[in-house]
């Protein structure tokens, strides 16, 4: 190594970088800005004669020269024959009481959230309403949350509970205790995918946010009415037999069609998943009997590849009066959410009737009590049915049924599940607090597809809005986890950067990359090569790759300063980075310099 007897007086040359550690010092400058970059969430850094890409979105990178897949701040070979989980657009989320932290996105989440759970002057309280005590007790305590992030709606219509299914793209995405993420309001699902690991501490909820929406009837922003087949997505599986060649998602709104139709098609080679277009039947009258316990809807199908959501209960018939009377029946549930409760009935002296709940989410059945000092309850739906109090002015919420029914939710995850203790993943039908006569409505519909593991130390429910008695319990919803198959990478990775100006015309190019093998043993310029020009890629220089040490736990940096003053004249610098074989890498940030 050269001392400083030796240097004195010389004009150094790029030659030297190395012997006089300034290629070092490069490599290092680089790599911190890499770093800060997608710790921030940005692309990267443009410094003097530099530039540097962490690869948090596609702004760095040519399109239209390059072959790619781009994950989690990094890329790799393309993605073919493969599973889609979203486009990752909101980054790495974590929802936290009072706060969200997000990074390494290209969409700001507070354009997805709504501005409150009160819309058009409905509030949607969140009701955690499935029966849990041994006696038969209902339990209707509010969720233990105390931040409710409601995604937005759009395309609302019939009073905003008909509006479009919401779609949020996350890399990963976690959820602390104490906290909720719902859709602002009711309306026609949420579909949530996540291009890397989800972990729920706090409670991803459709619960109450079921839609009043007929599914047979055209509707949603791409006025379409759901096909008889019922909603559904292709993908593969390990073992699936079952041949699609698109999902049909018509009905759920622009977004969620768009979505979807990145799915490809299966062959003999995954399975169908499905959410039917009708649910269960909602629970029958009570007719002709003087007292009488209201009947629970019909449960959806649940535990398989198709599942449906449940229909709503019916309401009571007061006990202990001579005069007869009729309940009101629970609504059937639709692909979209589950069916209203019935409303109860009380009557003296005069026979009287309650109304049906609504199907498909419509509005719980009002009470049909009469005369005197009668007091009747209203099905729970959307809106809730009303109750009857003969001192009006003393009009009290237990009259009213629970506002809300189950909706319909798909979760698709390429990574790892986890439920932590106190953790929720539901969509359960609603029952006001001490209404035990008026019906509940019905539990919702949710698929959980994961290409990871599924670890569920909390609940994972599609419950009913449950009454204990005597008015009659919704239909329990249908709820199915499944393991789908991981992505494969090809090997017909390119990567070419956007054209950067150099102030000079430069004579020498370094690069340096963060690199990472998939699988197998990866050969140096020859299993991956790079590449430099500084004539915008017209002409490159193949760059001899140097190993330059680990920077983690199998990931190393590989460098190489390339002699570009063969090249024909220019200061637009690009590279290019390729795979030259099958063998498949990741690149998680590139540094460039010149002088």
């Known amino acids: 190594m050269a001392d400083l007897k030796n240097i004195k007086n010389k004009y150094l040359s790029s030659s030297d970088g190395d012997a006089l550690g300034v290629n070092t010092n490069k490599d290092r400058i680089g790599f911190l800005a890499r770093k800060l970059a997608t710790a921030q969430g940005l692309v990267g850094f443009d410094t003097v004669n530099a530039f540097s890409d962490s690869y948090s979105n596609d702004s760095g990178i040519n399109t239209g020269a390059s072959s790619y897949y781009r994950g989690t701040n990094m890329v790799q070979n393309p993605r073919t024959g493969s599973n889609y989980f979203g486009n990752g657009e909101l980054g790495t989320c974590q929802f936290s009481t009072g706060s969200i932290t997000q990074s390494g996105h290209t969409r700001d989440v507070d354009e997805v959230l709504g501005e409150g759970d009160s819309v058009f002057g409905m509030s949607y309280a969140l009701y955690n309403t499935r029966d849990q005590n041994a006696g038969g007790a209902q339990d209707n305590s509010p969720l233990p949350t105390s931040s409710i992030y409601g995604a937005k709606v759009l395309n609302d219509t019939s009073s905003g509970t008909s509006g479009d299914m919401v779609v949020m793209n996350f890399k990963d995405l976690t959820i602390d205790a104490s906290t909720t993420l719902t859709t602002a309001h009711p309306c026609r699902g949420l579909l949530v995918y996540v291009d890397g690991n989800?972990?729920?501490?706090?409670?991803?909820?459709?619960?109450?946010?079921?839609?009043?929406?007929?599914?047979?009837?055209?509707?949603?922003?791409?006025?379409?009415?759901?096909?008889?087949?019922?909603?559904?997505?292709?993908?593969?599986?390990?073992?699936?037999?079952?041949?699609?060649?698109?999902?049909?998602?018509?009905?759920?709104?622009?977004?969620?069609?768009?979505?979807?139709?990145?799915?490809?098609?299966?062959?003999?080679?995954?399975?169908?998943?499905?959410?039917?277009?009708?649910?269960?039947?909602?629970?029958?009258?009570?007719?002709?009997?003087?007292?009488?316990?209201?009947?629970?809807?019909?449960?959806?199908?649940?535990?398989?590849?198709?599942?449906?959501?449940?229909?709503?209960?019916?309401?009571?018939?007061?006990?202990?009066?001579?005069?007869?009377?009729?309940?009101?029946?629970?609504?059937?549930?639709?692909?979209?959410?589950?069916?209203?409760?019935?409303?109860?009935?009380?009557?003296?002296?005069?026979?009287?009737?309650?109304?049906?709940?609504?199907?498909?989410?419509?509005?719980?059945?009002?009470?049909?009590?009469?005369?005197?000092?009668?007091?009747?309850?209203?099905?729970?739906?959307?809106?809730?049915?009303?109750?009857?109090?003969?001192?009006?002015?003393?009009?009290?919420?237990?009259?009213?049924?629970?506002?809300?029914?189950?909706?319909?939710?798909?979760?698709?995850?390429?990574?790892?599940?986890?439920?932590?203790?106190?953790?929720?993943?539901?969509?359960?039908?609603?029952?006001?607090?001490?209404?035990?006569?008026?019906?509940?409505?019905?539990?919702?519909?949710?698929?959980?597809?994961?290409?990871?593991?599924?670890?569920?130390?909390?609940?994972?429910?599609?419950?009913?809005?449950?009454?204990?008695?005597?008015?009659?319990?919704?239909?329990?919803?249908?709820?199915?986890?499944?393991?789908?198959?991981?992505?494969?990478?090809?090997?017909?990775?390119?990567?070419?950067s956007a054209a950067q100006t150099a102030k000079a015309q430069p004579d020498n190019i370094r690069i340096a990359i963060n690199f990472e093998k998939v699988s197998g043993t990866v050969s140096l310029n020859t299993d991956i090569v790079a590449s430099v020009s500084r004539d915008g890629g017209s002409t490159f220089t193949t760059a001899t790759l140097l190993d330059k040490g680990d920077y983690d736990t199998g990931k190393q940096v590989l460098v190489d300063s390339v002699d570009v003053s063969g090249q024909p004249a220019g200061t637009s610098i690009v590279y290019k980075i390729v795979s030259a074989n099958s063998k498949q890498f990741k690149i998680h940030g590139t540094t460039v310099s010149w002088s």
């Open 198 to 496: 989800l972990t729920v501490n706090g409670h991803l909820s459709m619960t109450g946010r079921g839609g009043n929406a007929n599914p047979t009837s055209a509707g949603g922003s791409d006025n379409a009415a759901v096909s008889a087949t019922g909603l559904r997505i292709p993908m593969f599986t390990s073992g699936g037999s079952d041949t699609l060649a698109a999902a049909d998602f018509a009905g759920t709104g622009n977004a969620a069609v768009a979505a979807v139709a990145n799915h490809p098609a299966i062959s003999s080679n995954g399975t169908i998943f499905t959410v039917s277009q009708l649910g269960g039947a909602g629970g029958a009258a009570l007719q002709g009997v003087p007292s009488g316990n209201g009947n629970a809807g019909t449960a959806g199908a649940t535990g398989a590849a198709t599942i449906s959501t449940g229909g709503g209960g019916s309401g009571s018939v007061q006990q202990g009066w001579p005069t007869t009377g009729t309940s009101g029946a629970g609504g059937q549930g639709g692909a979209f959410s589950a069916g209203a409760g019935g409303g109860h009935t009380q009557c003296r002296p005069a026979p009287c009737s309650a109304p049906a709940g609504g199907n498909y989410g419509g509005s719980g059945g009002n009470t049909g009590a009469q005369g005197g000092s009668m007091r009747g309850y209203g099905g729970s739906g959307n809106l809730e049915g009303q109750g009857w109090f003969a001192a009006s002015a003393d009009k009290r919420p237990a009259d009213d049924g629970g506002r809300g029914v189950g909706g319909l939710m798909w979760i698709i995850v390429n990574g790892n599940v986890t439920i932590g203790s106190g953790g929720t993943i539901q969509s359960t039908g609603c029952m006001s607090v001490g209404n035990t006569y008026g019906g509940g409505s019905g539990g919702g519909a949710i698929f959980l597809l994961h290409s990871g593991t599924f670890t569920n130390n909390g609940s994972f429910d599609a419950g009913a809005g449950s009454t204990g008695s005597p008015g009659g319990s919704g239909g329990v919803g249908g709820k199915h986890n499944a393991q789908v198959s991981a992505p494969v990478n090809t090997n017909a990775f390119t990567l070419v």
